[in-house]
């Protein structure tokens, strides 16, 4: 399929997709929202696809917010409108999907950028990566679940700061308060997130999925996390995964998963 404004590739079960819109520094806009939830859709169901980077073009931005231009005139209801929108199609479909996303973060993670960032599933970021949420210096807070996901990530204290002051944080202080997982150079971002995302090819597909369902349970009101994972742990027996993974532990040889 061919988009517009974000590029996609695929190569040994790791599907990258890039945001390229490099000279708004890869701020979302509708149409990039739109894309970027078709690519998830369908890398989501490729058997091609185990585990999914992304990024943005450029060396100088991941993603710098959702688009200003684009929502300058809004009224409420468009306001309202666009958050729950972009949550739906984005955000939240994101976090819930069934194959691993690893933000390789590789400059401005700002606004909306830092949001999708907080929605994947693993975050890396290159040296010279700066994340804050500027909201609040437009008139508004986070609309994309930074309010939610951000102290989720860091605790309350570290999220009432950065969006109450709307300062932006270095890569090697994102490390220190848990916002990113590693902090590597630029030129080292994407292979370092390859060789995270070749580590969860290896592993059973079924059950990586069910494992980021359950700890999503977590988060989520109404449900219990415990509850969740008794029953995705039952509901593995019953996979040809788990026939596999342990056949092949048993026999000493390397478990070649199927996915079923
Ligand atoms: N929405 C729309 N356009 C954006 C954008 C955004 N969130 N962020 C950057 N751009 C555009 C700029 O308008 C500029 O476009 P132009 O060349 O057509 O004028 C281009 O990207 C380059 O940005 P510029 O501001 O010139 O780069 P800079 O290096 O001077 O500053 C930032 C970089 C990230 C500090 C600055 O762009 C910025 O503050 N962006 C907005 C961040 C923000 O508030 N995000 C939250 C949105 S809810």
């Keep these: 399929m061919v988009y517009n404004t974000i590029l996609v590739e695929t190569k040994e079960k790791i599907a990258t997709i890039t945001i390229n819109r490099p000279n708004k520094l890869n701020a979302l806009n509708k149409e990039t929202i739109s894309e970027l939830h078709e690519a998830f859709k369908s890398l989501e169901q490729s058997t091609e696809t185990r585990v999914i980077l992304l990024t943005g073009s450029g060396e100088k931005a991941f993603v710098a917010g959702a688009d200003i231009a684009e929502f300058a005139n809004f009224s409420e209801e468009d306001g309202a409108k666009l958050a729950a929108h972009g949550q739906e199609l984005l955000f939240d479909f994101v976090q819930n999907l069934k194959k691993p996303v690893i933000a390789a973060i590789n400059g401005f993670a700002l606004g909306g950028g830092l949001e999708l960032a907080m929605a994947c599933h693993i975050r890396v970021a290159s040296e010279n990566a700066k994340m804050g949420l500027p909201e609040v210096t437009l008139g508004l807070l986070p ?67 069910k494992a980021i369902n359950a700890i999503n349970a977590n988060f989520k009101d109404g449900e219990n996390g415990f509850e969740t994972e008794i029953k995705s742990f039952g509901q593995s027996f019953a996979t040809k995964d788990f026939k596999e993974g342990t056949t092949a532990f048993l026999e000493k040889r390397k478990a070649q998963f199927t996915g079923e």
């Design 143 to 209: 609309g994309y679940g930074g309010t939610q996901r951000l102290p989720q990530l860091v605790g309350k204290g570290h999220a009432m700061e950065m969006i109450l002051t709307a300062g932006m944080i270095t890569a090697d202080e994102a490390l220190k308060i848990g916002l990113v997982n590693h902090v590597v150079t630029q030129a080292e971002l994407l292979s370092f997130c390859e060789d995270i995302a070749l580590k969860i090819v290896k592993n059973a597909p079924l059950a990586i999925s």
